[in-house]
């Protein structure tokens, strides 16, 4: 997918307005924040979370990145676009379900195109406080290039997860850590900070990975490029309205991708030893 193309790898139809206020911003030293949103029906999660986060941070901007959603959740969000006086909410309507990953993709591309300086990763359905957003904007502004909302660091908490979630989810983390030698502890987490430095040098326009191990692909792109990765610790708290997206299919992506990748680093690094 070609960076600067917020249509690129889908034909999307666009509800952009325009972001020419983007001057007035951030929360993050030097430039201008967005908070990305993928929704796939969220109509009851959308309003909320948009408003929490205009209370959490009043000059901050915000993409909703809508597959199509069938509960009219991409009509909403037209709704708040045209409802914010400020201009600073807008909306990318891509034309079918495509996952969690390539969703991102495009919302980072428009991002990009427009000179954000950080660009961030957030929930539409709660998980992800808004009220929490500025640890991470802190840590950017203290030098750090990514930064992860962590569950899995002291201070880090869960709220209502169901168990078999989060065995999953430590499972995973666990998995990806031997796999990869990361020394992430939340390396599947999608509360997420970048400078846009890292989205830029990362080579967007190899990945592959569409479901949730899209989280796992970019921080093990950022470590391996060397950037400065650090984890606050957040609250992730279990959504009290609409479904998880989770599936089969998105936990055997992950499993193969992982093994694939640290297969991979293992060779290239034999390789490096026997030059
Ligand atoms: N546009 C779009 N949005 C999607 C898609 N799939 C999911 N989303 C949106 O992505 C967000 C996260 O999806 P959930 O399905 O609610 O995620 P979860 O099960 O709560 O998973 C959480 O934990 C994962 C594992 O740690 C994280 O990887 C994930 O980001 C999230 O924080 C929600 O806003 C949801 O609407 C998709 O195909 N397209």
Redesign the pocket.
Known sequence: MALGSPTSGNDQPENIRPADDAQSVVGAQGGHALVV????N?RENLPTIVTRLQAALPDIHVLI???SSPDGTGEIADQIAADDADSRVHVLHRTE????GK?YLAGFAWGLDREYAVIIEM???G?HAPEQLHRLLDAINGGADLVIGSRYVPGGRLVNWPKRREVL?RGANTYARLALGARVHDI???FRAYRRQVLEKIALESVESAG?CF?IDLAWRTVRAGFDVREVPITFTE?EVGE???SGGVMTEAFLMVARWGLESRVERFGARRR
Do not use: N
């Open positions: 949103i993928p929704t796939f969220e990145v809508d597959d379900k495509d996952g969690l969703a929930d539409a359905d998980s989810s599947t987490a999608g949730y989280q959504r998880s997206k989770m």
